[in-house]
């Protein structure tokens, strides 16, 4: 395919979605790569993949970089699989995409280019690292919690406040609830606050686990 109708064709993506030679310099650049960057074409296009994009995985290492593995898998025509990587925007805006990649051959020069496709998403990842974190505190608080040798008086729980303790316990999701107990999500919603003032906890995973400490459930 040629470069301009690669170009062409790129436009008609919602992706952010650019073309980069072997040597890591950037050939195409579409509209939904200068939103989501904030540099436009006329910026972008011969400048370095690797300066513009400057991504990072979770753990903070850099994937783009001069000759990055992308540049020598489409030399050599092995393929990459999706992979999820932390970007900076010309504003400085951290953004997580998830990435695709092809790579097309000009059929005139035989050059060859890697076609990057790259969606944001920023809320997913920031879902995961919520429920990882969450996950992380309910670890340390089942461990925390063995080694303590006296709780605090707290006052009884109401046979619904019961209940709703069990189907928490169980995993039950809010509209699972409401629908067994046939109560609205206002309602369930004012129980838990009240489950968490008599156990002394700030959430529904804490409660949960301070009501197996305490043998109610």
């Not at 290492?61 to 925007?89: H, M, Q, W």
């Not at 019961?162 to 699972?176: D, H, Q």
Request: charged fraction near 25%; charge should be positive; aromatic fraction near 4%.
């Amino acid at each position: 395919m040629l470069e301009k109708q690669l170009a062409e064709l790129l436009e008609g993506t919602t992706d952010a979605a650019f073309a980069v030679d072997l040597q890591g310099e950037v050939r195409s650049w579409n509209k939904a790569a200068e939103k989501l960057f904030g540099y436009p074409a006329s910026y972008a296009i011969g400048q370095s993949c690797a300066d513009l994009v400057g991504g990072t995985i979770a753990t903070g290492i850099p994937v783009c970089y001069e000759s990055c593995d992308i540049l020598e898998c489409a030399r050599t025509g092995k393929e990459i699989s999706n992979f999820d990587i932390e970007i900076r925007t010309r504003s400085g805006k951290q953004v997580w995409v998830n990435v695709s990649l092809l790579v097309s051959s000009n059929e005139r020069t035989e050059r060859r280019l890697a076609v990057h496709f790259m969606r944001d998403i920023t809320e997913r990842k920031k879902t995961e690292q919520l429920t990882g974190k969450m996950l992380r505190l309910a670890k340390d608080l089942v461990n925390g919690t063995r080694e303590l040798n006296g709780l605090p008086p707290i006052s009884p729980l109401t046979s619904q406040e019961m209940k709703i303790l069990r189907l928490l316990a169980s995993g039950k999701a809010t509209n699972e609830i409401t629908a067994e107990l046939r109560i609205s999500p206002p309602t369930l919603r004012n129980h838990i606050n009240h489950i968490n003032q008599k156990l002394h906890t700030t959430s529904r995973i804490e409660a949960v686990i301070q009501a197996q400490k305490r043998g109610l459930i």
